[in-house]
C-alpha cells in the first residue's frame, strides 16, 4: 500500500526528487517504483514532464487506486501526503 500512496500523492510536484523530499523516500527509491508499477501495468501513470501529471491512462488508474485504498481503510486526499 505505501507504493500506492506514493503514486497518488506525486502529481503536481514540480520534478520527482520534489516529489520523494515531500514523500520522505529517495527519489531512486520513488522512480524504481513508478517504473516498476507502469512495467507490472503497460502503461504510462505518471507524465514526468515539469509539474508531474497523471498521463490519461494514469487518471484513471489513480482513481482506482485511490478507491481501492479507501476500501482498506487508508484516507488517501488527492494531494498531500498521508501516512499510516
Given at each position: 500500500?505505501?507504493?500506492?500512496?506514493?503514486?497518488?500523492?506525486?502529481?503536481?510536484?514540480?520534478?520527482?526528487?520534489?516529489?520523494?523530499?515531500?514523500?520522505?523516500?529517495?527519489?531512486?527509491?520513488?522512480?524504481?517504483?513508478?517504473?516498476?508499477?507502469?512495467?507490472?501495468?503497460?502503461?504510462?501513470?505518471?507524465?514526468?514532464?515539469?509539474?508531474?501529471?497523471?498521463?490519461e491512462?494514469?487518471?484513471?488508474?489513480?482513481?482506482?487506486?485511490?478507491?481501492?485504498l479507501?476500501?482498506?481503510?487508508?484516507?488517501?486526499?488527492?494531494?498531500?501526503v498521508?501516512?499510516?
Open positions: 500500500m505505501p507504493r500506492l500512496r506514493h503514486l497518488i500523492n506525486m502529481p503536481g510536484h514540480r520534478n520527482l526528487s520534489a516529489a520523494a523530499s515531500a514523500l520522505g523516500v529517495a527519489p531512486g527509491t520513488l522512480s524504481y517504483q513508478l517504473a516498476s508499477i507502469e512495467r507490472t501495468i503497460g502503461f504510462a501513470i505518471i507524465n514526468r514532464a515539469q509539474p508531474l501529471a497523471p498521463t491512462a494514469g487518471h484513471a488508474f489513480l482513481s482506482e487506486a485511490r478507491h481501492l479507501r476500501l482498506l481503510g487508508g484516507a488517501c486526499p488527492v494531494n498531500g498521508t501516512r499510516s
